[in-house]
């Protein structure tokens, strides 16, 4: 595989993985997962972490997946660079519920640091979703996994993926949509 096919295997496979934790930020609201309940003083998650949130992220993610199914044959007689096979069911689900596992994961190692709510975790905040989404992943559908997350691949998307995050976050806090820059 070349540099080009390198980068856009790794940007179309994690498209659902990236747009849950965006999708989270327009859908959330109402009640918090953790129902209010604390641990030592401090909330399990906080508010941050909501159902609509979650079940709307992981939703817009699966819609994306299936979409780009829908459109994967048409553009992979358009461009020269081959596209990743279709996702399958499993990463369908596992893709988008992997990034906000992740997001709920870092927001409970947050509130365990002392982090409050909107604090930065460096690092954190930025692999958190894509390290559980790959690792959920990798045990749902395994076949596709290996076949689509060759090494440079997986080495594209840690990289790639914090630039993704902070310059998406930016602009959702430029426009208001989000209260931290992160
Ligand atoms: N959100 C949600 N449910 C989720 C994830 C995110 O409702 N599972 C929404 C919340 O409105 C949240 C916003 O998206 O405030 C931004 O997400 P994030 O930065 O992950 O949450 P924070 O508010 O910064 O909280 P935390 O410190 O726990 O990360
Ligand atoms: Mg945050």
Known sequence: ???????????????PAYVPN????????????DGGRTWGGRRLLGDGKTWRGTVGGIAAGAVLALLLN????????LIAVELPAAFPLAAVVALPTGALLGDI???????????ERGA??????????VVVSLALTAVAAPGWFG????????????????????????IAYKLSL???PW
Do not use: C, Y
């Open 1 to 15: 595989m070349d540099i080009v096919a390198v980068l856009v295997t790794a940007f179309w496979a994690m498209l």
């Open 22 to 33: 965006n999708a989270a930020v327009l859908t959330g609201g109402g009640p918090p997962i």
């Open 70 to 77: 829908a459109v994967r044959p048409t553009l992979d007689e």
């Open 105 to 115: 994961l870092a927001s409970f190692l947050k509130r365990r640091t002392g982090r």
């Open 120 to 129: 930065a975790f460096p690092g954190v905040d930025q692999l958190d979703f």
């Open 147 to 170: 076949a689509t997350f060759t090494l440079p691949v997986l080495a594209t998307v840690l990289v790639i993926t914090p630039l993704l995050h902070v310059s998406t976050n930016v």
């Open 178 to 180: 989000k209260s931290e």
